[in-house]
Nanobody, 122 residues
């Protein structure tokens, strides 16, 4: 299984900004479609943002207008720009590239990273 690698997390004050990155480590896998998830302590993992292979984006309601997902094919990297951060955004953020099976010769895949910590506090 391909392992994705997240980076860019850290500690910021409320209202601050961070940009997360997702790429691969030691793999020829090309990141195309990608989703960002997050998981806070004691909470379930939740979807945050996603981008399709065609460039269409979607966001969970709580981050709309504050977060932006983008992709750079030249760097084989997907980004999550986070502005106006709130304490409730504190979580470990994960990137995921998943493709559902569509044919016998195209069985799909489900790749994850290990996560990067984002902490928003005064």
């Amino acid at each position: 299984q391909v392992q994705l690698v997240e980076s860019g997390g850290g500690l910021v004050r409320p209202g601050g900004s961070l940009t997360l990155s997702c790429t691969t480590s030691g793999s020829s896998f090309v990141i195309s479609a990608c989703d960002w998830y997050r998981q806070a302590p004691g909470k379930q993992r939740e979807f945050v943002a996603g981008i399709t292979r065609g460039g269409r984006t979607r966001y969970t309601d709580s981050v709309k207008g504050r977060f932006t997902i983008s992709r750079d094919y030249a760097r084989n990297t997907v980004y999550l720009q986070m502005n106006g951060l709130k304490p409730e955004d504190t979580a470990v953020y994960y990137c995921n590239s998943k493709r559902e099976p569509v044919a016998v010769e195209d069985p799909g895949y489900d790749y994850w990273g290990r996560g990067t910590q984002v902490t928003v506090a005064s």
